[in-house]
């Protein structure tokens, strides 16, 4: 372990394990989060509910990195995710659609959405950076279109 100049042990060594201070911070952001909510903030209901909105996003890291490892990227991607989403709730809450034949509608729906970007990007040549930017700002828009720019819910199980 060599020290660079102007930077002692302590330096050095933190340095040399970033990760175990990435923890260490997390640790004390957690604690003074526990303190401010006076106990909430690690109640077993609190962090359920954070896994469960966490779930969502670790699905959406796993595609998204199938994506960057061969070099491409995907702007599109919450906002396909918002427009699959309004299509289920308004099916399944609105027109009280079954919610199997809901999910099977949502994903029909990301697999033509997939499609035509996939499409836009292999067969006509477009950057992929282009297509997805283009699909993020229209399938938002479609979102709310579904939507009617209000919320749907409860959802039925």
């Not at 394990?17 to 109640?43: D, E």
């Not at 199938?66 to 070099?71: D, K, L, P, S, Y």
């Amino acid at each position: 372990m060599s020290i660079k100049k102007g930077q002692g042990k302590v330096g050095s060594l933190l340095a040399s394990n970033r990760h175990l201070m990435l923890i260490v911070i997390i640790a004390v952001i957690g604690i003074i989060f526990q303190f401010t909510t006076k106990g909430m903030f690690l109640s077993s209901r609190n962090l359920g509910t954070l896994f469960l909105q966490f779930s969502v996003v670790g699905y959406l890291t796993i595609g998204v990195v199938f994506i960057m490892v061969t070099r491409g990227i995907d702007l599109s991607i919450a906002s396909d995710i918002a427009l699959i989403a309004a299509i289920g709730a308004v099916l399944n809450v609105d027109m009280g659609v079954n919610p199997v034949i809901v999910l099977l509608v949502m994903l029909i729906a990301a697999m033509l959405i997939a499609a035509v970007q996939g499409f836009f990007v292999a067969a006509v040549g477009i950057p992929a950076f282009v297509v997805t930017l283009a699909g993020q700002l229209t399938l938002r828009g479609v979102s709310l279109l579904v939507s009617n720019g209000e919320e749907h819910a409860p959802i039925s199980s």
